[in-house]
């Protein structure tokens, strides 16, 4: 609204009367030159004053006549430029012949021809109705038009400058005002006297504004049932919608899927492939609530709930998470139109056709506290006042808006909105101006100030019923949805139609926004689709001063990091900075950007761009533009279109325009210019605007080192990094050498290539910093990316300050937050890249003890790991560093700090394999590897290290370990105490019936105890060899050997004698004893000491044992061995040794192999231990339970 202001301003009727009557006077003299400048040698004022020139009996009476009412048709087009509202058009066509009343009696008298009154009383009424039917008519379309049409080419770029203090104030003066507006009129009377005085101040005359220029994409599409309401998550990515089926639906709209099927040439189709593109979202729950239509749900995030509202009556409140039904209850009698959720009280607002909106409050079961009565028709909609949550304002088919308090059942006041039902309601979020808009029946939508209960303007456009409406949260816009099908976007201040949606899915039914979010969603016949306006990234800039400038809105703000102490700057936490409103800009800001040396500042929008002073906000420069960028020297270029670029110098004087042969999308600059196009991008010098290069990639943003020879492009999904070759270049432009299309091939370098995704980036020093799309904050040296922080929200890079080092970011509600990145770290890495290593180690002092593993990490990827040990500071990371370099003692002491067991195994295990057997060991004392120990003894020989191991394991529980070192040692009743103490008494028979037989007795009385609680008949099948001894061969002897058998069980010799005791190899006890004998004998016979065996007897005992082993191996390959895996406990039984000569066979084995221990021996033994005495002692079980007994096939 322009000129419906209720601020009495005299200046401004005055101004408007001036104009209308030098316009109108203006207006007859072209008209009398016209149809009198024949007839009449000289005109004069005569014929414009004297009431005796209008008469009808001659022809230039008549002339005179026709240019009064030509200029009274005029006056009427005068009027809609000067006035705008037709409220006072007949006011201002009475003032205006009052004037020239007044004119003509002091030129002429009192006028007393009839004619002259008839002429000008019809030139009256010509002017004021139909200046009021133009005005109507434009009131109904969109306001403000464009003033002056004809005349705007020519002022635009007209910049006049004044020497007034008032002027002085405002470097851009901008026409919004009414005053203002009445000044290009004005002008065209008083131009030469206004062009003279010459100040330092410019003011530009805009005529009309440019359209706001958002970028809408479709981010969603479902087809659905009808959709009668659509709400958005504040937190999840999810897209609420009830549908008139009775269901309500939660979409996820980050989890679609693209499908792309190919068409194949046919007749129905052009001769090419055709593509077509499926979009297939994620349904996250759906709700069968009712078979009646759900008209109204809603998020309630802070209780995990949706609550919906259905024709029905019923209101239904589920948890999303659970799915579960948490309220059902009946709230109306009548069908249910909307639901509203509190913001933050535990209240939820109903509107039914009962005319009745209905308070519920969830903390009291969902109580009804208040109800609220006054409308005579359907309630529509119900929402809450942003600004003011205790009031809430109600749409009624009974065609007014009524505004309640929730403390009182009667309304605050009443609006008569339309001339037919009223079907939506919405406030204006921001809080500058007290607004509601309201969509109708009778095909409009109207914005009122709620305050002075007025219309502020009426939106007309639709050409049916308008059912949804909203002002964005965010954006300077209005959205309206109506049953035509189409979704218009006006301008929430000028109320300009910016652009219309049609997707073609039949009747818009609701529209869905959100606070911080740029998303609309929307609800039609036939689905709900998403659009995302604009872009989310903060419009702001920072120079290399820290001083910040952002935009909101049109609103200009400014804030100082060096403000603060560095004391008070906390990586990640928000800046407490004080914010300074710097101006205000004439058009919306979609892009703001300092130059480099931080002088000016270039805001760009709206088809437009200023440049203005940094400090002072003033205007210095301005043109049209769709994009605008800065060169390194202070250059800049902006795209008019995509076929014309402009190049301007450092003093705004344009030097030179390009028209590239393809379609440039978009430009970037740097140290040079960049223009891109859908897969290509060509960069040109400044200069002269010569190719440089072309590079086949799709760009989505481009950024420069401040060197100038580094450049990062962002695509899709990766980056790349290019080092520009200047020699190259200057050799190519010096020497006149031709460029072709694709440019100077070797003008850049590839240096690496990163796959993820840049949001925001800028360049420190050789290291590039960005932002990528899991919202990390990392940094890119030499190929190598180190991501410094996780960022907890969506957040932007601004810039880098050297002497705080420290980059800052800024986050959608313009928050400034810092994260430590140090400078000297980054120089140091970019002079290891660069091959520099003695400044680097030079460097290296200045960098923080606490980066240091930062700086290893870097070395080691770099392939200097000997250097990262050096520098790395954490204990784990130089113990990984130090067994990858092989450095055991390194490794050692880091272990000997920490007292890891899991380094300690780890060191222990190399240690081993490079044959260092005493660190070996100590490694695994320290880390309690008994297993890894009982390899080592037994392959070692260390009957000493045995008995510690055997100490050890049975402390720590390890029975196996400590078994098998006892059984090794010879300590063969250790051994069977050991087994009764773990109840294992079964292997405790088996052990006592080979190598002890004199406790099998007490070993099976043991076991018939624990084998009765089991099964008593299995106990008592068990035989006692004392109580039957003719079940068991050879059994006195075995007994009568046992004592001498425990002599040289626990004697241990050394490996060197190993020959002097391979006569030993006997099997069993009984089979010992007969060689003892046999030996016994030779003694007597020869004299001979049993330790001083001859030549010729011992080749016999070689050749015997020869024998005898070729014997065995005989035996082995005809009987061999199968193992059955069929026991719990990892036993198995082992087929063919069925007799106890072949147990004792085993069992011999054994213990000769624990007598006898060499290395090798050893090792063999130690194999055969672990996988084969588990298997023979779950043998043995079934075998003693015969003991001499005969069992009957049942038995069996």
């Known amino acids: 609204m322009f000129y419906g202001t209720a601020v009495w301003d005299p200046w401004l009727i005055v101004g408007q009367i001036i104009c209308l009557q030098c316009s109108f006077y203006l207006s007859l003299g072209v008209f009398m030159i016209l149809f009198l400048g024949l007839r009449v040698p000289r005109l004069s004022l005569v014929y414009f004053f004297d009431y005796a020139t209008l008469t009808t009996s001659t022809v230039t009476g008549w002339c005179v006549i026709a240019s009064f009412l030509f200029t009274s048709l005029a006056g009427a087009v005068y009027m809609i430029f000067v006035v705008e509202r037709a409220r006072k058009c007949l006011d201002f066509s009475a003032t205006l012949y009052i004037i020239h009343l007044y004119l003509c009696i002091l030129n002429g008298g009192w006028p007393s021809s009839m004619a002259w009154w008839v002429v000008n009383g019809t030139g009256l009424a010509v002017m004021a109705l139909l200046a009021e039917y133009l005005c109507i008519k434009r009131e109904q379309?969109?306001?403000?038009?464009?003033?002056?049409?004809?005349?705007?080419?020519?002022?635009?770029?007209?910049?006049?400058?004044?020497?007034?203090?008032?002027?002085?104030?405002?470097?851009?003066?901008?026409?919004?005002?009414?005053?203002?507006?009445?000044?290009?009129?004005?002008?065209?009377?008083?131009?030469?006297?206004?062009?003279?005085?010459?100040?330092?101040?410019?003011?530009?005359?805009?005529?009309?504004?440019?359209?706001?220029?958002?970028?809408?994409?479709?981010?969603?599409?479902?087809?659905?049932?009808?959709?009668?309401?659509?709400?958005?998550?504040?937190?999840?990515?999810?897209?609420?919608?009830?549908?008139?089926?009775?269901?309500?639906?939660?979409?996820?709209?980050?989890?679609?899927?693209?499908?792309?099927?190919?068409?194949l040439y046919s007749s129905l189709f052009i001769t090419r492939d055709t593509y077509v593109l499926l979009l297939l979202q994620t349904m996250v729950k759906s709700f069968e609530v009712t078979e009646l239509p759900v008209r109204s749900a809603k998020f309630v995030s802070r209780k995990q709930w949706v609550v919906a509202g259905a024709d029905d009556m019923f209101i239904r409140v589920y948890n999303y998470n659970t799915m579960d039904k948490i309220k059902v209850f009946e709230a109306h009698a009548d069908y249910i139109r909307c639901v509203a959720v509190h913001p933050t009280l535990p209240y939820v607002l109903s509107s039914s056709d009962d005319m009745l909106i209905k308070l519920w409050d969830w903390e009291k079961d969902w109580v009804c506290t208040q109800i609220f009565e006054g409308h005579s028709h359907y309630v529509m909609h119900v929402t809450f006042n942003p600004k003011d949550t205790n009031t809430f304002a109600s749409a009624s088919l009974d065609r007014s808006i009524k505004i309640w308090n929730l403390g009182s059942p009667d309304p605050n006041f009443t609006l008569d909105a339309h001339l037919k039902g009223v079907n939506c309601v919405d406030y204006f979020t921001g809080g500058d101006k007290p607004y509601l808009i309201t969509g109708s029946d009778d095909h409009t939508a109207k914005v009122w100030d709620y305050q002075t209960k007025t219309c502020v303007q009426t939106l007309d456009g639709h050409t049916h019923n308008v059912s949804a409406v909203c002002f964005h949260p965010e954006l300077p816009i209005i959205i309206t949805g109506s049953e035509d099908g189409t979704v218009r976007i006006w301008h929430a201040t000028t109320y300009r139609l910016e652009n219309t949606l049609n997707y073609g899915l039949e009747r818009v039914w609701a529209i869905g926004h959100i606070k911080g979010s740029h998303r609309v969603v929307i609800g039609y016949d036939e689905g709900s689709t998403m659009v995302k306006l604009g872009r989310e990234i903060p419009v702001a800039s920072m120079d290399n001063s820290g001083k910040i400038i952002w935009a909101k809105h049109n609103e200009i703000h400014t804030v100082n990091i060096k403000s603060v102490g560095t004391d008070e700057v906390t990586d990640g936490e928000r800046l407490p900075l004080a914010v300074k409103e710097l101006g205000t800009c004439d058009l919306y800001p979609q892009s703001l950007k300092h130059n480099p040396n931080g002088r000016f500042v270039v805001v760009c929008g709206d088809g437009e761009y200023i440049i203005y002073t940094a400090l002072a906000w003033r205007n210095r420069s301005f043109g049209s533009a769709l994009e605008f960028v800065w060169s390194s020297e202070g250059e800049h270029a902006v795209r008019e279109s995509s076929s014309k670029i402009k190049i301007f110098s450092k003093n705004f004087q344009e030097k030179k325009t390009v028209r590239p042969t393809f379609s440039a999308e978009r430009i970037f600059g740097g140290t040079l210019l960049a223009m891109c196009s859908s897969d290509f991008i060509c960069f040109y010098e400044w200069a002269e605007c010569r190719l440089i290069r072309r590079i086949d990639v799709t760009v989505k943003n481009l950024y420069w080192a401040d060197s100038g020879d580094l450049v990062a492009i962002a695509s899709d999904s990766s980056f790349y990094i290019l080092k520009l070759n200047r020699d190259i270049i200057s050799s190519y432009m010096d020497g006149g050498k031709e460029i072709d299309e694709e440019g100077i091939?070797?003008?850049?370098?590839?240096?690496?290539?990163?796959?993820?995704?840049?949001?925001?980036?800028?360049?420190?020093?050789?290291?590039?910093?960005?932002?990528?799309?899991?919202?990390?904050?990392?940094?890119?040296?030499?190929?190598?990316?180190?991501?410094?922080?996780?960022?907890?929200?969506?957040?932007?890079?601004?810039?880098?300050?050297?002497?705080?080092s420290r980059v800052y970011l800024i986050d959608k509600e313009f928050n400034i937050i810092g994260y430590t990145l140090l400078l000297s770290l980054i120089e140091y890495k970019t002079l290891v890249m660069r091959g520099d290593l003695e400044q680097a180690n030079q460097v290296l002092p200045s960098i923080p003890k606490e980066h240091h593993n930062s700086v290893a990490h870097f070395l080691e990827s770099r392939g200097m790991t000997e250097d990262a040990l050096e520098v790395a500071t954490d204990p784990d990371y130089r113990f990984e560093l130090a067994i990858q370099l092989g450095r055991l003692e390194v490794a050692k002491d880091i272990a000997v700090e920490a007292q890891s067991e899991s380094k300690w195994k780890q060191l222990g295990e190399l240690a081993m394999s490079t044959g260092k057997l005493g660190m070996a060991e100590e490694c695994m004392r320290h880390a309690v590897d008994l297993s890894g120990l009982l390899l080592l003894y037994s392959s070692l020989g260390d009957a000493e290290g045995l008995t510690k191991l055997a100490a050890l394991a049975k402390e720590q529980g390890k029975n196996n370990v400590a078994f098998v070192c006892l059984f090794m040692l010879g300590q063969v009743e250790d051994c069977l105490h050991l087994l009764v103490e773990s109840n294992r008494i079964p292997e405790a028979a088996l052990i006592a019936r080979s190598y002890l037989p004199s406790r099998v007795s007490e070993i099976v009385a043991l076991w018939r105890k624990d084998l009765t609680k089991i099964s008593p008949k299995a106990a008592e099948s068990l035989a006692d060899p004392e109580e039957y001894p003719n079940l068991f061969e050879d059994w006195q002897v075995a007994l009568s050997l046992e004592e001498r058998a425990a002599e040289t069980r626990g004697v241990h010799p050394p490996a060197g004698d190993y020959g002097s005791h391979t006569h030993r190899d006997y099997t069993t006890l009984v089979e010992a004893f007969r060689i003892m004998q046999i030996e016994e004998e030779e003694r007597l016979e020869h004299g001979d000491v049993l330790d001083e065996v001859g030549g010729e007897g011992e080749e016999e005992n070689q050749e015997a044992e020869e024998e005898s082993g070729d014997g065995k191996e005989e035996n082995a390959e005809e009987e061999g061995v199968v193992v059955d895996a069929d026991s719990t406990d990892s036993a198995v039984l082992v087929n063919g040794n069925e007799s106890e000569e072949q147990w004792g066979h085993l069992g011999g084995l054994l213990l000769n192999a624990s007598t006898n221990m060499t290395y090798h021996r050893a090792s063999v033994c130690i194999s055969v231990l672990v996988f084969l005495l588990p298997y023979l002692f779950k043998r043995l079980i079934k075998k003693i339970l015969c003991l001499g007994t005969v069992l009957t096939p049942q038995q069996e």
């Open 745 to 804: 091939e070797d003008a850049f370098e590839l240096l690496n290539e990163t796959n993820e995704r840049v949001r925001t980036g800028l360049w420190v020093g050789d290291c590039f910093i960005y932002t990528n799309s899991s919202w990390r904050l990392n940094y890119c040296v030499g190929g190598e990316v180190t991501t410094m922080y996780h960022l907890d929200r969506p957040m932007y890079l601004l810039g880098y300050l050297a002497n705080q």
């Open 141 to 263: 379309r969109e306001i403000p038009m464009d003033r002056f049409h004809s005349m705007s080419e020519s002022l635009r770029d007209v910049q006049i400058q004044i020497g007034s203090p008032r002027c002085q104030q405002h470097a851009h003066w901008k026409l919004e005002s009414p005053r203002q507006r009445l000044f290009p009129v004005a002008l065209l009377f008083f131009l030469p006297a206004i062009i003279k005085p010459i100040s330092a101040r410019d003011i530009r005359f805009r005529l009309a504004k440019m359209p706001l220029r958002l970028e809408i994409k479709r981010k969603f599409l479902q087809r659905s049932e009808r959709v009668k309401s659509v709400d958005l998550h504040p937190t999840e990515p999810w897209i609420l919608a009830s549908l008139y089926s009775g269901t309500v639906c939660i979409w996820n709209y980050q989890t679609q899927v693209s499908l792309i099927i190919d068409i």
